[in-house]
């Protein structure tokens, strides 16, 4: 990879309406983050409220990064290619980042006391790798641009449900959501 | 031992009493996990009084068990198992999911549930954190009820057990539908809104003690493993594989609706009264392009994802979800009962998953009921005015509702195609038997073997451990590909053995090598162990009760339809040939160790350690 390459800002397109539910986007972000298999340490988790409506949920690199400014100890910062970078030593745990997230992403490491944020992987997000090489496609690696609102795709778990919940079931919908 | 969580989490539910016990290392590796591991625990504890063990009485284990494999073979499944209420044996019936991931990272390699709670419950699980919880408020609600219910209040309890910690995902629920809280014996262990244990009959045995649900969360990491370099590259390889089969992935098994029938005519017609159509209407592409509304789902790890969500938009069905529905509930729930409309079809599959009823056992079950209404055996009376011609969805709906309810025949039906027949034959002074199509009390998989072009061969249902079980027959040699040693390993490991298909035969030891450190031959594995998890099988099998009991001679059988000339299709006329079939079930026994009578030898039982067995079978063989 070139150097103004690796330097590039990127962001991960989401289709939701595509996520098979496989959750081989957390196999590979848990394996290449902690050389294990582990869900819930995976900085991209599959919800699934309703069956079939499974999606991906993680970070949106909002673009006046609400996380990093309300955190205490500036243990988060942004890098060169945009992503949410995090000094696991500062973190307190404190989970105000998951209070400021529109999207309530950032959930804490379940056995250390850090937060986990995507991090874009230096680059080559392992998550859209196998997604892509899978066909899905519902992530998708594409260059981050100036003047885009990222930020209103910061959407809880409830929230991207509910949506994709009326786009497959339609009507139905309402009668199969956990409220 | 690597690749296991190292305990197994109990439940006595007539105590409201929960431990973990540990497997020790040496029983692991014999017997792995899954299915394998349930033989060898249902032998220790139940085997000396198998035969008075009543199926769905207080006194029978429900076990569901991981594997070693569970979770790092692309395609995460747990075997469901216990004493079977349709055979009386033991069967191995393992259902999809992040269930077995989430359990396993929960801590635990399986559950083990005894007795019965004095009113219903459902078990939560959280790492350490063991509830029962009431289930008083779900009980008698359907499955997509069922599941909304416990995600919601699955999250809520979470959130007050890792308080702060961020939204937690939902957890996994397996539970059963209103026909297991009914005991139906075609009722199964369900999971999201279409996926089911359906062989053996395990959602009656978890309403028999009460169960309404198990609902896990855990948050470790799944197990250390042995190499975990070597583990990437073989899901990789997996994954590589799996993504060659282009049409498996796009279709799923619902292209079979129309080819099994079509062109290998091995698709169970009227309650098998043909097994050959040509109806266009029943292509997968009207399935696709009328009702897909997501063409590729899949469950932990999956790469194939060969499921896809159905619903009906318009018309007279409208409003029903379901799976795809996959070959079996389409021929069970479709071309058994006369139905060839896509839309009926996934209305009649959709309404099994709500009520939990095995879609396989209850569609045999109906086209049985069918056939009798053709037949006039059973009246309008007898159905309490349902008009039960063959294709009129309604009819058949409204009858697995009564079957799920056990409501007036439904009461009947609710025992299975075989135990129902022995009902009717008696209610109505003749003998309906002969148009049961089952083997030992389990209705037979959509594959039908008069042909001879579909994969079985004469004895495979008739000599298999698992009866009916189409996923799991006996084939020759052992050490095919298609025979149920093979498949006992991928039962005994976990995995779905979709992903398994076109993958070098080497590939499972491998795998098996890089998550737990133990080198596992064919040589091993063929000749010993699978063969020591099927003596264990076939004894239980053998040994029965209470209600029914086994004979070889007579029941290591083919059901009679099948030896009925094919009535229509390219291979009209053609039936099983008596001979042929007798022949392969005579070297069968030969291969697998059993003597003329179809028990497994002493010699065999000795060498392969199994010496308790042999003097249990003793009393078989003097009365043989």
């Known amino acids: ?179 | 031992m690597l690749g296991y969580a190292g305990k197994i989490l109990e439940v006595d539910l007539s105590a409201e009493k929960v431990q973990t016990t540990i497997q020790r290392e040496e029983v692991l590796k014999e017997f792995i996990g899954g299915r394998g591991l349930a033989t060898k625990i249902l032998w220790d504890r139940l085997g000396e009084k198998w035969e008075t063990i009543n199926p769905i009485g207080e006194e029978n284990l429900l076990l569901f068990l991981t594997g070693p494999l569970t979770g790092y073979f692309p395609g995460g499944r747990i075997c469901v198992s216990g004493k079977s209420p349709q055979s009386n044996g033991v069967i191995g019936s393992t259902i999809a999911g992040e269930f077995p991931v989430e359990l396993k990272c929960a801590g635990y390699d399986g559950i083990i549930v005894s007795g019965k709670a004095d009113e219903p419950v459902y078990l939560f699980i959280a790492d350490a954190e063991i509830q029962i919880l009431s289930a008083r408020h779900i009980w008698g609600k359907n499955g997509k009820q069922t599941v909304r219910v416990l995600t919601k209040e699955g999250r809520e309890l979470l959130k007050q057990l890792f308080l702060g910690r961020g939204e937690p995902k939902e957890p996994a629920i397996i539970y059963i539908g209103p026909a297991g809280e009914n005991l139906v014996r075609t009722a199964a262990v369900m999971g999201k809104w279409t996926h089911a244990a359906g062989y053996g009959g395990y959602g009656a045995v978890m309403g028999s003690k009460n169960l309404k649900a198990v609902v896990v969360k855990g948050s470790s990491a799944l197990p250390e493993v042995y190499n975990v370099e070597e583990v990437k590259h073989l899901i990789d390889d997996v994954c590589k594989k799996c993504y060659e089969s282009v049409d498996f992935r796009r279709w799923g098994t619902s292209s079979a609706g129309y080819n099994v029938g079509a062109e290998r005519s091995a698709e169970p017609i009227k309650n098998w009264q043909e097994e050959w159509h040509d109806e266009e209407s029943f292509k997968v592409e009207e399935f696709e392009k009328r009702l897909w509304i997501k063409k590729a789902w899949g469950d932990f790890g999956c790469p194939t994802t060969c499921l896809k969500m159905a619903m009906v938009k318009t018309g007279q069905f409208k409003g029903a979800i379901g799976d795809n529905p996959d070959y079996e509930l389409q021929a069970y729930v479709g071309t058994n009962l006369g139905v060839f409309t896509p839309e009926a079809n996934v209305y009649l599959a959709s309404l099994m998953d709500d009520l939990g009823l095995c879609g396989i056992q209850t569609g045999n079950v109906l086209g049985f009921a069918g056939e009798l209404y053709q037949r006039r055996i059973l009246t309008n009376e007898d159905l309490d005015g349902l008009k039960l011609e063959w294709g009129n969805a309604e009819a058949f709906a409204e009858l697995a509702k009564k079957i799920a309810h056990r409501q007036g025949l439904g009461d009947v039906l609710a025992e299975g195609t075989f135990r129902a027949a022995i009902k009717l034959s008696k209610l109505k002074g003749l003998d309906v038997l002969r148009f049961a199509v089952h083997v030992k009390a389990v209705a037979i998989g959509a594959h039908g073997i008069r042909s001879g072009k579909d994969y079985p061969m004469e004895m495979s249902y008739a000599c298999s451990v698992q009866a009916g079980d189409h996923t799991s027959v006996a084939y020759l040699p052992l050490t095919h590909s298609a025979s149920e040693l093979t498949v006992i390993f991928h039962d005994s490991a976990v995995y779905c053995w979709f992903n398994a298909f076109g993958q070098p035969q080497d590939l499972k030891w491998k795998f098996y090598k890089a998550v737990t450190g133990v080198e596992l031959t064919p040589k091993e594995w063929y000749e010993t162990k699978a063969l020591r998890i099927i003596q264990l099988q076939r004894a239980m099998l053998l040994l029965g009760g209470p209600d029914f009991r086994w004979n070889p001679r007579l029941h290591d059988e083919n059901p009679l339809r099948f030896y009925e000339p094919l009535p229509s299709g390219p291979w009209k006329g053609k039936a099983v040939d008596k001979k042929r079939f007798e022949e392969l079930r005579k070297k069968y026994y030969e291969a697998v160790g059993w003597d003329e009578n179809g028990i497994p030898k002493p010699e065999v039982l000795k060498r392969l350690g199994l010496a308790d067995v042999d003097e249990v079978l003793d009393r078989l063989r003097r009365n043989a």
Not at chain 1, 108 to 120: G, Q, R, S
Request: proline share 6%; hydrophobic share 35%; glycine share 6%.
């Open chain 1, 1 to 179: 990879m070139l150097s103004s390459e690796k330097n590039k800002k990127l962001w991960i397109a989401r289709d939701y309406g595509k996520c098979s539910g496989c959750r081989r986007c957390e196999v590979a972000c848990s394996l290449y983050h902690e050389n294990k298999i582990w869900p819930e340490a995976s900085r991209i988790r599959v919800f699934m409220l309703v069956p079939g409506v499974e999606f991906p949920h993680f970070c949106v690199q909002c673009q006046d990064y609400p996380c990093v400014d309300v955190c205490p100890v500036n243990a988060l910062s942004i890098n060169q290619i945009g992503a949410v970078t995090l000094d696991k030593e500062a973190c307190i745990g404190c989970g105000k980042c998951i209070d400021a997230c529109p999207g309530r992403v950032p959930h804490l490491h379940p056995e250390e006391n850090y937060v986990l944020i995507c991090d874009l992987c230096d680059g080559s997000p392992q998550c859209v790798k196998v997604c892509q090489e899978g066909g899905w496609k519902a992530l998708s690696k594409v260059d981050r641009k100036e003047n885009v609102d990222y930020r209103e795709h910061a959407k809880t778990p409830e929230v991207i449900t509910r949506e994709l919940a009326l786009v497959f079931y339609g009507e139905k919908a309402e009668e199969l959501i956990p409220c």
